[in-house]
């Protein structure tokens, strides 16, 4: 039986989403799968719809849980993993699925959000939870050169090394950054995205503002593929999975 869960967490503590063999690191996928095998009483497959880095947030998150048999009724699973599963990571809904479903494979499109904060003083309270930097972000210098990387590219250039895939490119939907306060949010949605490609992203946009790397260098900065012209990354814990899309 496959059951499709969906997810949050805070990411702070954790090694990313995906259990890393050979390491007792601690992971989601990993508290998820020992909170399961213990509800369930026996051993599970657990697969997720992305792989977030490590201190990598998500407000929603989906991943397959199959088991040979499941004798709790979906409505209840939530509730019941919730008990077994630590403060940080919530099930929000469990509903039964295809046993051919794929959370990586049968998506459309996700959605990510990276938060700034830019304030001479730091808050404890947003520890990593968002990127603190101390000089007052442009966002309208960095809203024009979110729109530079809208549509579909080789995005080598905004590619961590380390990558696994050979084909990178991907669509991006919509780029747009807004200003809250002290808080400024890029929201970014795609087809897809390449190993720490949103990091990057948010990094270089915020060269941007600072006049490291101008607006009109992004479409040179794409076609060259060459990730050394691109921006800094952007730490972790500003990062995240805000929607994922069937």
Same mark, same amino acid.
């Given at each position: 039986?496959?059951?499709?869960?969906?997810?949050?967490?805070?990411?702070?503590?954790?090694?990313?989403?995906?259990?890393?063999?050979?390491?007792?690191?601690?992971?989601?996928?990993?508290?998820?799968?020992?909170?399961?095998?213990?509800?369930?009483?026996?051993?599970?497959?657990?697969?997720?719809?992305?792989?977030?880095?490590?201190?990598?947030?998500?407000?929603?998150?989906?991943?397959?849980?199959?088991?040979?048999?499941?004798?709790?009724?979906?409505?209840?699973?939530?509730? *019941?993993? #919730?008990?077994?599963?630590? /403060?940080?990571?919530?099930?929000?809904?469990?509903?039964?699925?295809?046993? !051919?479903? &794929?959370?990586?494979?049968?998506?459309?499109?996700?959605?990510?959000?990276?938060?700034?904060?830019?304030?001479?003083?730091?808050?404890?309270?947003?520890?990593?939870?968002?990127?603190?930097?101390?000089?007052?972000?442009?966002?309208?210098?960095?809203?024009?050169?979110?729109?530079?990387?809208?549509?579909?590219?080789?995005?080598?250039?905004?590619? *961590?090394? #380390?990558?696994?895939?050979? /084909?990178?490119?991907?669509?991006?939907?919509?780029?747009?950054?807004?200003? !809250?306060? &002290?808080?400024?949010?890029?929201?970014?949605?795609?087809?897809?995205?390449?190993?720490?490609?949103?990091?990057?992203?948010?990094?270089?946009?915020?060269?941007?503002?600072?006049?490291?790397?101008?607006?009109?260098?992004?479409?040179?900065?794409?076609?060259?593929?060459?990730?050394?012209?691109?921006?800094?990354?952007?730490?972790?814990?500003?990062?995240?999975?805000?929607?994922?899309?069937?």
């Amino acid at each position: 039986m496959t059951v499709l869960l969906e997810i949050a967490y805070r990411g702070s503590a954790y090694h990313g989403w995906q259990v890393q063999s050979g390491t007792k690191l601690p992971t989601v996928q990993g508290e998820l799968q020992k909170a399961a095998e213990k509800l369930i009483g026996g051993s599970v497959s657990i697969t997720g719809c992305s792989r977030t880095d490590t201190g990598v947030h998500a407000k929603q998150y989906f991943c397959t849980l199959s088991a040979e048999r499941i004798n709790i009724p979906c409505a209840v699973i939530p509730y *019941a993993l #919730g008990s077994l599963l630590p /403060d940080d990571i919530a099930v929000l809904e469990a509903r039964a699925c295809d046993e !051919d479903f &794929h959370p990586r494979y049968s998506c459309r499109e996700k959605e990510y959000v990276y938060v700034f904060y830019d304030s001479p003083r730091r808050d404890p309270l947003l520890a990593d939870r968002a990127w603190w930097v101390m000089q007052r972000l442009d966002e309208e210098k960095m809203s024009e050169a979110a729109k530079k990387v809208l549509g579909t590219h080789d995005f080598s250039a905004f590619c *961590a090394s #380390g990558a696994t895939v050979d /084909d990178k490119t991907r669509t991006v939907y919509s780029c747009c950054v807004e200003r !809250d306060g &002290h808080m400024v949010k890029m929201t970014i949605r795609g087809n897809g995205f390449l190993y720490n490609m949103v990091r990057i992203i948010a990094g270089t946009l915020a060269d941007v503002s600072r006049g490291k790397i101008g607006v009109e260098d992004i479409p040179a900065i794409i076609e060259s593929k060459d990730r050394k012209l691109a921006g800094q990354t952007a730490p972790p814990g500003g990062l995240y999975l805000e929607r994922v899309i069937y």
